[in-house]
């Protein structure tokens, strides 16, 4: 257990909804990365929040959304979900956000029908 | 972005051969190389990872090294054991921060 906690753990939605997924990130911890993982593209850099700041985004949907809020928790908002947005989506956790070890919360599995 | 390559696809070995999985980058301010196991349905667990002032790190039957002239590094696994048998990732951490870029993952099988 790395102390990351994610909800839900399944998600199963149709297309066109809209989902929020959580993030607590470890104790201690500022800052959240969230990951995307799917089978053909493996694991992809989606968005870095610091202590409820957005610090850098990756390859992440105009659909998509994130905030990180004052307790430090995260939440990621997907929007308008396609069937090609089925992934799942890991938050990790990291000290300063900068070159530390980042640790990965279970993941939550979405399924868009 | 940072581009990382990860080679083979695929690895299967029988229980206590080596394996090894090798990396490379393309930014040279790369500073930070961490490897990642991770089981089907779970989440990706670091193993080791090394910063670029050193050329070696070694945690039992686990060691990294890094060539940074070359821009590339490479996890050894010694003596396999059927639950070694996962997909390992590679990452850079570019120098300015801030996001893991991951290479594709390599399949371990090991076999009894």
């Known amino acids: 257990d790395s102390g990351v906690t994610q909800t839900p753990k399944h998600l199963i939605t149709a297309t066109g909804q809209r989902v929020t997924l959580r993030c607590s990130p470890r104790s201690g911890d500022l800052s959240v990365y969230w990951y995307q993982q799917s089978l053909d593209q493996g694991l992809q850099f989606l968005i870095q929040y610091y202590n409820g700041e957005e610090r850098a985004k990756g390859n992440i949907l105009e659909r998509f959304s994130a905030q990180q809020f004052p307790d430090l928790h995260s939440e990621l908002n997907l929007s308008s979900l396609e069937l090609g947005d089925s992934a799942l989506y890991f938050c990790a956790s990291s000290v300063s956000g900068e070159t530390d070890t980042q640790y990965f919360g279970p993941g939550t599995r979405l399924t868009v029908l | 972005g940072e581009n990382v390559e990860q080679h083979p696809s695929t690895l299967s070995v029988q229980e206590g051969d080596s394996a090894v999985i090798k990396c490379t980058y393309s930014?040279?301010?790369?500073?930070?190389f961490p490897w990642y196991k991770q089981e089907l349905g779970k989440r990706p667990q670091l193993i080791i990872d090394i910063r670029s002032n050193v050329g070696e790190k070694k945690d039992q039957r686990i060691a990294v090294t890094l060539n940074k002239t070359a821009k590339h590094f490479s996890l050894h696994i010694t003596e396999t054991q059927p639950e070694d048998s996962a997909v390992y990732f590679c990452a850079a951490f570019l120098n300015s921060g801030y996001a893991l870029n991951f290479g594709k993952g390599t399949s371990l099988l090991v076999t009894p």
């Open positions: 930014d040279s301010a790369s500073n930070y």
